[in-house]
C-alpha cells in the first residue's frame, strides 16, 4: 500500500470516529436500542467489499467466500433497517397515541 | 468523468446520508426519518459499487437475494420482546461478513503487502470475534445456553495465552503473508474460539454492555475490511459504528458503577457471599383489592419497569392501567433504568410497542429528584436497580450502582413471582421496608386483576 494513501486513509479513519462521538453522544436513552440497531444497520456496509469479492476479479474460492459474506452482509443490513424501523414507527407522541387502537 | 470517480462521490453522498440518518436518531420525532435516510445512503453506496468494471453478477445478484429471503422475514415476524436476540444475530452477521470479504482477498492475492496484511488479519481477527461472541451472546439471551456466567479456575491465563498466540501467529503471518496460508486458517479459528471464551463468563445481567459492545466491533471490522480493500465508505461507516457502540457500552457501565475491564473479566454474582440470603425481615404483602384502594386514591404514579415485564409480556396490560390511573386523575410516568432489561433502551422499545407515549417515559436522574412527591411507585420485574443497599452497604457487590429511589416514595408496590434475589443474587432490602407493599404473582396476572377492579 502507498504511504501516502495510508495516510489518507487514517485522515478519513480519525475524522470519523470522532464526528461518531459528536453525532452518537446526544441521543437520549429512549432511543439506545434503535440507535443500536439502526447502527447495526450501517455496520452491513461490508456488503460493497463483499460485492467487490464476489463479482471482481478473483478465483473460485474466493468468489465463494465472497458470495457468502454478501449473504451476511444482506442479511445485517435489511435485516437491521427493517427491525430499526418497526421499532421507530411504534414511538409515538401522546397526542396521535390516544386516537389510536391497539395493535394487537 | 471517469466512472471511477462517480463511485467514489456517490460513497462521500453515501457517507452524507449516514451521518444525517444518525443525526436524527437525536430525538424520536425525526429518528424513523433519519433510519429512512441512512438506508437510502446505503441503497446508494451499494448502487455505486454495482457499477464497478468487469463484476459479473450472477453470484452476487444471487447471493443478495438469498440474503433478502433470509433476512427480511425474519425481521418482520420477531416479536419485540426478543430484539436483544435479533440485534445479537444481526451483529454477527456483519462481523462474519467482514472475515469472509478479509479470507476472499486474502485467498485471492496472497502477496499482500505489509500494512494490508496487517488490516487483513485485523478484520478477520474483530470479525470473529464479533460473530461467534454475537452468537453465545444469542444463545444467553434466548436462553438457549447457560445464561449465568461461566467461570473456571486458570480462565484469564488461557485467554491470556490465546492473545499471545494470536499476536505471535499475526506477526509471522504479517511478516510474509504469501507463505503462511495455515498460520491464516490458524488466525481464523483462534478469532472464532475467542469471541466463545469472551463472551461465557458474562453473566445475563450484563448483557447491555455485551451487546453495546459487539456493536462497536462489527463496525470496527467493517472499518479494518475499509483499509484492506481501501474503501472510503467502509472506514467511514464503519467508524460511525465503532464510536457509536464504545459510547452506549460506557453509558452502561457508568449506570452499573463498573468499569469495562469489570464487567469482561469478572462474571458478575459469581462472588456474591451467600450468608446473606435469606430473609432480613417481615415482608408486608398485599392483596389486590387494597393495592387498588391505593392507587386509586394516589395523585401521581410512577411504573418501574425491568427484565421481569418483558419475560411477563406485561407491558400491554401495564399500559392499559396506566391510562385508567390517568383517567382517574393521576399523574402516571414511566421511570426507566440505563440497564433496565437485556440491552440499552430495551423496556422504552416494549413500552413504546404498547403505545405508551415516549414522552411518558422518564430517566432516571429526572425522576430521582422528585421521588419523595409520588404517591404510589409500581416495581415490575425489576430488582437490582431499585435495591438501596446499592447506596449505603458497602459490602453489597451492587454497591455505588445508580439506582432508582423507589424506597423515598410514599408508597412502594412490588410486583414478583416469589422471594427469590435477583440476577445479581443479592437480596433486595427494599422488601422490608415499612413504605413496601409485596404483590406477589405473575406480574401480569396481578396488573390484570388490578385493571379488573378499576373497570368494575
Given at each position: 500500500?502507498?504511504?501516502?494513501?495510508?495516510?489518507?486513509?487514517?485522515?478519513?479513519?480519525?475524522?470519523?470516529?470522532?464526528?461518531?462521538?459528536?453525532?452518537?453522544?446526544?441521543?437520549?436513552?429512549?432511543?439506545?436500542?434503535?440507535?443500536?440497531?439502526g447502527?447495526?444497520?450501517?455496520?452491513?456496509?461490508?456488503?460493497?467489499?463483499?460485492?467487490?469479492?464476489?463479482?471482481?476479479?478473483?478465483?473460485?474460492?474466493?468468489?465463494?467466500?465472497?458470495?457468502?459474506a454478501?449473504?451476511?452482509?444482506?442479511?445485517?443490513?435489511?435485516?437491521?433497517?427493517?427491525?430499526?424501523?418497526?421499532?421507530?414507527?411504534?414511538?409515538?407522541?401522546?397526542?396521535?397515541?390516544?386516537?389510536?387502537?391497539?395493535?394487537? | 468523468?471517469?466512472?471511477?470517480?462517480?463511485?467514489?462521490?456517490?460513497?462521500i453522498?453515501a457517507?452524507?446520508?449516514?451521518?444525517?440518518?444518525?443525526?436524527?436518531?437525536?430525538?424520536?420525532?425525526?429518528?424513523?426519518?433519519?433510519?429512512?435516510?441512512?438506508?437510502?445512503?446505503?441503497f446508494?453506496?451499494?448502487?455505486?459499487?454495482?457499477?464497478?468494471?468487469?463484476?459479473?453478477?450472477?453470484?452476487?445478484?444471487?447471493?443478495?437475494?438469498?440474503?433478502?429471503?433470509?433476512?427480511?422475514?425474519?425481521?418482520?415476524?420477531?416479536?419485540?420482546?426478543?430484539?436483544?436476540?435479533?440485534?445479537?444475530?444481526?451483529?454477527?452477521?456483519?462481523?462474519?461478513?467482514?472475515?469472509?470479504?478479509?479470507?476472499?482477498?486474502?485467498?485471492?492475492?496472497?502477496?499482500?503487502d505489509?500494512?494490508?496484511?496487517?488490516?487483513?488479519?485485523?478484520?478477520?481477527?474483530?470479525?470473529?470475534v464479533?460473530?461467534?461472541?454475537?452468537?453465545?451472546?444469542?444463545?444467553?439471551?434466548?436462553?438457549?445456553?447457560?445464561?449465568?456466567?461461566?467461570?473456571?479456575?486458570?480462565?484469564?491465563?488461557?485467554?491470556?495465552?490465546?492473545?499471545?498466540?494470536?499476536?505471535?501467529?499475526?506477526?509471522?503471518?504479517?511478516?510474509?503473508?504469501?507463505?503462511?496460508?495455515?498460520?491464516?486458517?490458524?488466525?481464523?479459528?483462534?478469532?472464532l474460539?475467542?469471541?466463545?471464551?469472551?463472551?461465557?463468563?458474562?453473566?445475563?445481567?450484563?448483557?447491555?454492555?455485551?451487546?453495546?459492545?459487539?456493536?462497536?466491533?462489527?463496525?470496527?471490522?467493517?472499518?479494518?475490511?475499509?483499509?484492506?480493500?481501501?474503501?472510503?465508505?467502509?472506514?467511514v461507516?464503519?467508524?460511525?459504528?465503532?464510536?457509536?457502540g464504545?459510547?452506549l457500552?460506557?453509558?452502561?457501565?457508568?449506570?452499573?458503577?463498573?468499569?469495562?475491564?469489570?464487567?469482561?473479566?469478572?462474571?458478575?454474582?459469581?462472588?456474591?457471599?451467600?450468608?446473606?440470603?435469606?430473609?432480613?425481615?417481615?415482608?408486608?404483602?398485599?392483596?389486590?383489592?387494597?393495592?387498588?384502594?391505593?392507587?386509586?386514591?394516589?395523585n401521581?404514579?410512577?411504573?418501574?419497569?425491568?427484565?421481569?415485564?418483558?419475560?411477563?409480556?406485561a407491558?400491554?396490560?401495564?399500559?392499559?392501567?396506566?391510562?385508567?390511573?390517568e383517567?382517574?386523575?393521576?399523574?402516571?410516568?414511566?421511570?426507566?433504568?440505563?440497564?433496565?432489561?437485556?440491552?440499552?433502551?430495551?423496556?422504552?422499545?416494549?413500552?413504546?410497542?404498547?403505545?405508551?407515549?415516549?414522552?411518558?417515559?422518564?430517566?432516571?436522574?429526572?425522576?430521582?429528584?422528585?421521588?419523595?412527591?409520588?404517591?404510589?411507585?409500581?416495581?415490575?420485574?425489576?430488582?437490582?436497580?431499585?435495591?438501596?443497599?446499592?447506596?449505603h452497604?458497602?459490602?453489597?457487590?451492587?454497591?455505588?450502582?445508580?439506582?432508582?429511589?423507589?424506597?423515598?416514595?410514599?408508597?412502594?408496590?412490588v410486583?414478583?413471582?416469589?422471594?427469590?434475589?435477583?440476577?445479581?443474587?443479592?437480596?433486595?432490602e427494599?422488601?422490608?421496608?415499612?413504605?413496601?407493599?409485596?404483590?406477589?404473582?405473575?406480574?401480569?396476572?396481578?396488573?390484570?386483576?388490578?385493571?379488573?377492579?378499576?373497570?368494575?
Amino acid at each position: 500500500m502507498d504511504p501516502q494513501i495510508i495516510i489518507f486513509l487514517l485522515l478519513v479513519l480519525t475524522l470519523s470516529i470522532f464526528l461518531g462521538f459528536e453525532l452518537i453522544s446526544k441521543v437520549p436513552s429512549t432511543l439506545h436500542t434503535p440507535l443500536m440497531s439502526g447502527a447495526n444497520a450501517i455496520s452491513g456496509i461490508t456488503l460493497v467489499g463483499a460485492i467487490i469479492a464476489t463479482g471482481g476479479e478473483g478465483n473460485h474460492t474466493s468468489h465463494w467466500l465472497g458470495a457468502l459474506a454478501v449473504i451476511f452482509a444482506t442479511i445485517n443490513v435489511v435485516g437491521g433497517y427493517l427491525v430499526t424501523d418497526r421499532m421507530l414507527e411504534m414511538f409515538k407522541k401522546k397526542e396521535t397515541s390516544s386516537s389510536q387502537g391497539e395493535k394487537k | 468523468m471517469n466512472l471511477d470517480i462517480m463511485i467514489n462521490l456517490a460513497y462521500i453522498l453515501a457517507a452524507v446520508l449516514f451521518i444525517f440518518g444518525l443525526k436524527m436518531l437525536n430525538s424520536p420525532a425525526t429518528a424513523r426519518k433519519g433510519n429512512l435516510i441512512s438506508a437510502l445512503g446505503m441503497f446508494i453506496a451499494i448502487t455505486a459499487v454495482m457499477c464497478s468494471k468487469g463484476l459479473s453478477y450472477k453470484f452476487i445478484i444471487l447471493s443478495l437475494i438469498i440474503g433478502m429471503i433470509l433476512g427480511i422475514p425474519a425481521s418482520k415476524w420477531i416479536a419485540m420482546t426478543t430484539m436483544p436476540e435479533m440485534v445479537a444475530l444481526l451483529n454477527g452477521s456483519g462481523g462474519l461478513s467482514s472475515l469472509l470479504v478479509g479470507w476472499a482477498e486474502y485467498h485471492h492475492h496472497q502477496t499482500l503487502d505489509m500494512m494490508t496484511a496487517i488490516t487483513t488479519v485485523l478484520s478477520v481477527l474483530i470479525g470473529g470475534v464479533t460473530f461467534t461472541g454475537s452468537v453465545i451472546a444469542w444463545g444467553k439471551l434466548s436462553e438457549k445456553f447457560y445464561s449465568k456466567p461461566i467461570l473456571y479456575s486458570g480462565q484469564q491465563i488461557v485467554n491470556s495465552i490465546i492473545l499471545v498466540g494470536v499476536l505471535i501467529g499475526s506477526t509471522l503471518f504479517c511478516l510474509d503473508p504469501a507463505a503462511n496460508y495455515p498460520i491464516f486458517i490458524a488466525i481464523v479459528v483462534i478469532s472464532l474460539i475467542l469471541g466463545v471464551l469472551v463472551v461465557i463468563p458474562i453473566g445475563g445481567a450484563d448483557m447491555p454492555v455485551v451487546i453495546s459492545l459487539l456493536n462497536s466491533y462489527s463496525g470496527l471490522a467493517a472499518c479494518a475490511t475499509g483499509f484492506v480493500i481501501q474503501n472510503n465508505i467502509l472506514i467511514v461507516a464503519g467508524a460511525l459504528v465503532g464510536a457509536s457502540g464504545i459510547i452506549l457500552s460506557g453509558i452502561m457501565c457508568k449506570a452499573m458503577n463498573r468499569s469495562l475491564s469489570n464487567v469482561l473479566f469478572s462474571g458478575f454474582g459469581s462472588t456474591v457471599q451467600k450468608a446473606k440470603e435469606g430473609a432480613q425481615g417481615e415482608v408486608n404483602p398485599i392483596s389486590g383489592q387494597d393495592a387498588y384502594y391505593i392507587l386509586e386514591a394516589a395523585n401521581s404514579v410512577v411504573f418501574v419497569p425491568g427484565y421481569g415485564m418483558a419475560v411477563a409480556q406485561a407491558q400491554h396490560v401495564v399500559r392499559e392501567l396506566g391510562e385508567l390511573l390517568e383517567a382517574n386523575g393521576a399523574e402516571v410516568r414511566y421511570a426507566i433504568h440505563p440497564v433496565a432489561g437485556r440491552m440499552p433502551g430495551h423496556m422504552n422499545v416494549l413500552l413504546a410497542e404498547a403505545n405508551v407515549p415516549y414522552d411518558q417515559l422518564v430517566e432516571m436522574d429526572d425522576i430521582n429528584p422528585v421521588m419523595n412527591t409520588i404517591d404510589v411507585a409500581v416495581i415490575i420485574g425489576a430488582n437490582d436497580v431499585v435495591n438501596p443497599a446499592a447506596r449505603h452497604d458497602e459490602s453489597s457487590p451492587i454497591y455505588g450502582m445508580p439506582i432508582i429511589n423507589v424506597d423515598q416514595a410514599k408508597t412502594v408496590f412490588v410486583l414478583k413471582r416469589s422471594m427469590n434475589t435477583g440476577f445479581s443474587g443479592v437480596q433486595n432490602e427494599l422488601f422490608f421496608y415499612e413504605n413496601t407493599r409485596m404483590l406477589f404473582g405473575d406480574a401480569k396476572q396481578s396488573i390484570q386483576a388490578l385493571v379488573a377492579e378499576f373497570k368494575g
